[in-house]
Nanobody, 122 residues
Framework: QVQLRESGGGSVQAGGSLRLSCTVS????????MAWFRQAPGKEQEYVASISWSGGSTYYADSVKGRFAISRDNARNTVYLQMNSLTPEDTAIYYC???????????????WGQGTQVTVSS
């Protein structure tokens, strides 16, 4: 059974940083595209970033470009999301996802984690 487990969420003041982690088990991680999505209260889930299986290609939503960085460690079966210059608008539950393709479509991803809360105060 494939499991994705996020960690690293928490509360931070505006301008601060957090690093999220997502560890994958039950699947060959090194051949899997990974992504982060988020859902703010009262809003639809939105795409944040994705990374190819090799880590050689990364993609970002315009809202986080230049502030967030996605990376992966295939030896640890883990994908990361480094979030800098956080604003209250980044407050959301962050989900990691695993699938066969990168990009912003939910349908690209077959497996999802339970999410981790990120709260940014002004």
């Amino acid at each position: 059974q494939v499991q994705l487990r996020e960690s690293g969420g928490g509360s931070v003041q505006a301008g601060g940083s957090l690093r999220l982690s997502c560890t994958v088990s039950g699947r060959t991680f090194s051949s899997t595209a990974m992504a982060w999505f988020r859902q703010a209260p009262g809003k639809e889930q939105e795409y944040v970033a994705s990374i190819s299986w090799s880590g050689g290609s990364t993609y970002y939503a315009d809202s986080v470009k230049g502030r967030f960085a996605i990376s992966r460690d295939n030896a640890r079966n883990t994908v990361y999301l480094q979030m800098n210059s956080l604003t209250p608008e980044d407050t959301a539950i962050y989900y990691c996802a695993a699938g066969s393709r990168t990009g912003g479509y939910r349908s690209n991803y077959d497996y999802w984690g339970q999410g981790t809360q990120v709260t940014v105060s002004s």
